[in-house]
C-alpha cells in the first residue's frame, strides 16, 4: 500500500514524464523522513543510450531521484506548501550498486538540518537491501514563479 501515488504526487512537484522519478511514496514522517519507491524498468528512455547491451540507470539520474524524494518531503509541508525546492548542492556523493532494468529502487531521505528557506537531508537509494548510492543534498524552496 502506498501513502502517495504518481498522480497525488504531481501534485506536489512540478516534474513530468520523461523526468519523474518517484513512482509511490511508502512511508511520510512529516518533515522528518520519506521513502520512495522507483520501479526501474527497461522502458526508461536513458537505457537507449546507457549502455546498449549493457543498461544502466546513470549515476545522476539515481541522484534526481533523491532530490525528487526530497521535494515531496520538504514540499508536503504545510510551510511549503505550493512552493518548488530546488536542488542546492550535491555532497559525499558515492556510488556503490549498478541500478538495472528490474530493480526496485527505494529511496529514503532523512532531514538532516533546515532553517528558513534552506536545509540539508541525508539520502540513501537502496536495492535488495544494499545501498546503491548515498548523498547528501541541499535545498532551496522558493516560490513558483520567482527565480533564484
Known amino acids: 500500500m502506498s ?30 523522513s520519506i521513502t520512495c519507491t522507483k520501479n ?6 536513458f537505457f537507449r543510450g546507457h549502455f ?3 543498461p ?7 541522484i534526481e531521484s533523491l532530490a525528487q524524494a526530497a521535494s515531496i518531503l520538504i514540499l508536503k509541508t504545510e510551510k511549503y ?11 559525499n556523493a558515492k556510488f556503490r550498486k549498478v ?9 529514503q531521505v532523512i532531514m538532516e538540518k533546515q ?12 536495492v535488495d537491501d544494499q545501498i546503491a548510492c548515498s548523498a547528501i543534498l541541499s535545498f532551496i524552496v522558493s516560490d513558483v514563479k520567482n527565480k533564484i
Do not use: H, W
Not at 526501474?40 to 528512455?45: A, K, P
Not at 532553517?115 to 537502496?126: D, E, H, L, S, T
Open 115 to 126: 532553517r528558513m528557506n534552506m536545509g540539508k537531508v541525508n539520502c540513501k537509494a537502496i
Open 40 to 45: 526501474v524498468t527497461i522502458n526508461e528512455e
Open 81 to 91: 506548501r505550493g512552493k518548488t525546492a530546488y536542488l542546492g548542492s550535491i555532497d
Open 3 to 32: 501513502l502517495l501515488n504518481a498522480s497525488e504526487i504531481m501534485e506536489l512537484i512540478p516534474n513530468r514524464y520523461p523526468i519523474l522519478f518517484i513512482d509511490k511514496v511508502d512511508s511520510l514522517e512529516d518533515g522528518q
Open 99 to 107: 541500478v538495472r532494468p528490474g530493480d526496485v529502487l527505494k529511496l
Open 52 to 54: 546498449p547491451r549493457n
Open 56 to 62: 544502466v540507470m546513470p549515476g545522476v539520474l539515481i
